[in-house]
């Protein structure tokens, strides 16, 4: 398994941690990244709070960048990531029969995927500990 995380390891962190900044476009155009990416009516309402969400998750993706250069990040922003996208794959599947859940579906299939790895590094890594 080490041998696997240990090959795998930097080219997740920057194929997802890309994937992960996206949604910075809700940021920037909260309106548009909500209409793109979720399928979602835009209120104005809501301005703040999608451009917040926006921001918060553009930042996970660029620590997960940041991590693949400063290596002593890695367990940290892996732990932060996996429950971040654990959280949202629950929401998202808790919320999955409402009919806004739709535009739901690609992000469940992306941080689904980041959480099984992130499952796999961390008992990598408890693995690892438990040899040395």
């Excluded at 990416?37 to 309402?45: G, S």
């Excluded at 990040?73 to 996208?85: G, N």
């Excluded at 929401?91 to 099984?116: K, M, R």
Aim: aromatic share 14%.
């Amino acid at each position: 398994m080490q041998a696997i995380i240990n090959k795998t390891l930097k080219p997740f962190l920057l194929i997802f941690g890309h994937l992960t900044m996206l949604p910075v476009m809700l940021t920037l155009s909260p309106a548009s990244g909500l209409t793109r990416i979720f399928q979602l009516e835009f209120l104005p309402e809501y301005t703040i709070m999608v451009q917040h969400w926006g921001m918060m998750i553009f930042l996970v993706g660029f620590l997960m960048l940041v991590s693949v250069l400063k290596t002593t990040l890695v367990f940290p922003v892996m732990l932060y990531a996996t429950l971040q996208k654990s959280g949202m794959v629950i929401l998202s599947v808790y919320h999955f029969n409402q009919p806004w859940a739709a535009g739901f579906q690609q992000l469940i299939v992306l941080d689904g995927i980041c959480v099984l790895y992130g499952i796999l590094y961390f008992y990598s890594e408890l693995s690892r500990k438990k040899n040395d």
